[in-house]
């Protein structure tokens, strides 16, 4: 069974670091691409940021909002996926998920169960 | 960026009853549409990619159409478990969602 399980959540102050894990199992990770997608309380999602696998150039991009300030890396030999988060800003706050996406079209097929991220002082 | 636009932003059907939702985005996006259900406290959950193919283990009750800039997700008869929020996404460049039709108990 393919599962995602994120961790690293809690509660940061404005201009903070925050850093996520996402342990990934039931496939092959080195082959996936990754992203994370995020929630704001009672909002809709938002994309924040997409790795490719390693053997696709291992390339990172952004969404414009956290562009510069967040950071999407990868450990396949951890199975893991990692976002760190520098500079947060009170509107950073959002449930995080991690997911997959389909190894035949570029939709998210998989999504973890979310991890809180907060950002107040 | 894409916007995709959602509606209505709530829908009140009874059980058994049809309910359609419509999805448009500010340009096309050709067949590259997915519908998401997301239950309170919960994860979003695929339901269907490239417009109108479901993803596995999705009810045959569930349907998705359109291409281009007009997409339609019909439940044919609403069971309990498909009260929930609903998203598509479009993902022909980047990635965007609408932001939800929460499909209500009348």
């Known amino acids: 069974e393919v599962q995602l399980v994120e961790s690293g959540g809690g509660l940061v102050k404005p201009g903070g670091s925050l850093g996520l894990s996402c342990a990934a199992s039931g496939f092959t990770f080195s082959n996936a691409w990754m992203s994370w997608v995020r929630q704001a309380p009672g909002m809709g999602l938002e994309w924040v940021g997409r790795?490719?696998?390693?053997?696709?150039?291992?390339?990172?991009d952004y969404a414009a909002p956290v562009k510069g300030r967040f950071t999407i890396s990868r450990d396949d030999s951890k199975n893991t996926l990692y976002l760190q988060m520098d500079s947060l800003k009170t509107e950073d706050t959002a449930v995080y998920y991690c997911?997959?996406?389909?190894?035949?079209?570029?939709?998210?097929?998989?999504w973890g169960k979310g991890t809180t991220v907060t950002v107040s002082s | 960026e894409i916007v995709m636009t959602q509606s209505p932003a709530t829908l009140s059907v009874s059980p058994g009853e049809r309910a359609t939702l419509s999805c448009r985005a500010s340009q096309s996006v050709s067949s590259n549409l997915a519908w998401y259900q997301q239950k309170p406290g919960q994860a979003p959950r695929l339901l269907i990619y490239g417009a109108s193919t479901r993803a596995t283990g999705i009810p045959a009750r569930f349907s998705g159409s359109g291409s281009g800039t007009e997409f339609t997700l019909t439940i044919s008869s609403l069971q309990s478990e498909d009260f929930a929020v609903y998203y598509c996404q479009q993902y022909n460049n980047w990635w965007t969602f609408g932001q939800g039709t929460k499909v209500e108990i009348k």
């Open positions: 997911t997959t996406y389909s190894s035949s079209d570029y939709y998210m097929d998989v």
């Open positions: 790795i490719k696998s390693n053997t696709d150039g291992g390339t990172t």
